[in-house]
């Protein structure tokens, strides 16, 4: 016989059916995120400002870094802008006329290469 991998422990059968062991066992709280200090502590919801602040972030590090940064950044933050992508992969290939028609774009509106959701207030 194999040992169990988890370490909770019921007293009788039924009680893993309940919402409390489940919760437990996939190390969620009672909002349903993943949180390892308290089972009632308050999600952490994110700040608009950040996120649009982090998008930015996201298009510098798209053309000032690696491919690499750019593709796990996102999945750090939890954001992915896709009208930004659109814009990244022509700058990445390095095609020199359409790094000039977003270098354009970018110094005439920067927010248009953007989702315009960011430009929603808070």
């Not at 359409?98 to 989702?115: G, M, S, V, Y």
Request: with cysteine.
């Amino acid at each position: 016989m194999f040992p169990s991998p988890c370490s909770l422990k019921v007293e009788k059968l039924a009680d893993k059916a309940s919402v409390t062991y489940v919760r437990q066992s996939t190390g969620l709280n009672l909002y349903g995120e993943k949180n390892s200090y308290s089972e009632n502590a308050e999600p952490s919801y994110r700040k608009w400002s950040e996120t649009i602040s982090r998008t930015h972030e996201l298009w510098d590090i798209a053309l000032n870094s690696t491919k690499v940064a750019y593709n796990n950044t996102p999945k750090l933050y939890g954001i992915q802008d896709n009208i930004n992508n659109v814009f990244v992969a022509p700058w990445k290939t390095l095609q020199q006329t359409k790094q000039a028609e977003i270098t354009r774009l970018k110094n005439r509106n920067f927010d248009k290469l953007f989702n315009p959701f960011l430009r929603l207030k808070e």
